[in-house]
């Protein structure tokens, strides 16, 4: 990698306009997951709102064990967060950091960036984006939060395997270009820390209808699998809590608490 590559850390912390978001930033050429190192960090006391990034990750994580391509050129990053809520409203956390990457993007990109419940960001359709909330507690009481942020910035989409090249993209592919990686992570942190500061001040319906208006998938055809089941129905609303409201064929309406949903656009 030449040195133009690599995240200028100086350039990030010169432009951050942020309180407290990011205000610590914990750098690596390459680790196994950045959320993996946060949790080190957050064990070794580092304080809310310190950041991990990194060029590479060897071992990068996705919901359910599941992996996360992360070559050079991404935006792979966690952030430490202790928040005061109960359990139940951490997919909050998960909605309105879709909500600050999306809106970064959309802002300093000028393109069209779309949500998908619960964790992704998609540009033409396409993934560009996953979100890990991962959750420590001791006992009942929840010590620590870590949200990591996948963003596919600067890297040609033929380092995926075939079958994600059709529902996978990255941002130089859907622009043409390299991007500025420093300015999208100066935008994301300052988004960020004001929509989790809005959580905690318990603007929630704010946060939720910001959400809506980037959702991509209110109305439209679904097909819901989780552990147990899969299903059919039309996404129509999330509710106060940031869960899906599916109507399923037959009419009735059922709430979605996990799993994973492809839309049916056609
Ligand atoms: C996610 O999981 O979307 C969460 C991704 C979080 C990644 C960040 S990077 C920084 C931090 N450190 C980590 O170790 N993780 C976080 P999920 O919804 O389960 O999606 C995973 C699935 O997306 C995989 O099974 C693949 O099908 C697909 N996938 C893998 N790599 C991808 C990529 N780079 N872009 C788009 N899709 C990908």
Redesign the pocket.
């Known amino acids: 990698m030449n040195l133009k590559q690599k995240l200028n850390i100086e350039e990030i912390r010169r432009n951050l306009k942020t309180k407290w978001l990011g205000k610590k930033i914990y750098y690596l050429s390459e680790t ?5 190192v946060a949790r080190e960090l957050a064990e070794q006391g580092f304080k809310e709102g310190a950041i991990v990034v990194s060029e590479t ?1 060897t ?6 064990g ?5 070559p050079k050129g ?1 935006i ?3 952030i430490i967060l202790k928040p005061k809520i109960k359990p139940s409203e951490l997919i909050k956390i998960t909605l309105l950091t879709a909500v600050a990457v999306a809106k970064a993007i959309k802002e300093e990109l000028n393109i069209n960036a779309e949500i998908k419940w619960p ?2 960001v998609l540009v033409d359709d396409r ?6 909330t991962e959750t420590f507690s001791q006992g009942e009481k929840l010590q620590y939060v870590i949200v ?3 963003i ?1 910035a600067n890297f040609d989409i033929s380092v ?1 395997p075939e ?2 090249r059709c ?2 993209t990255s941002l130089k592919k859907v622009l043409g270009r390299e991007i500025n990686r420093e300015r999208i992570i100066c935008s994301l942190l300052r988004k960020m820390e004001f929509y989790y500061e809005a959580l905690l001040k318990g603007r929630t319906k704010a946060i939720l209808n910001e959400w809506r208006k980037l959702s991509s998938m209110l109305g439209c055809k679904v097909e819901i699998s989780s552990f147990k089941e899969r299903f059919e129905g039309t996404a129509v609303d999330i509710d106060d809590e940031g869960w899906l409201i599916v109507r399923l064929d037959d009419g009735t309406l059922q709430k979605i608490v996990s799993g ?1 949903v492809t839309v049916r656009k056609t």
Do not use: E, P
């Open positions: 196994d997951s950045t959320n993996n990750q071992r990068g994580k996705g919901r359910l599941r992996k996360w391509i992360s991404g792979w990053l966690s964790n992704d993934k560009v984006c996953g979100i890990l990591g942020i996948g596919n995926f079958k994600l529902t996978a994973d």
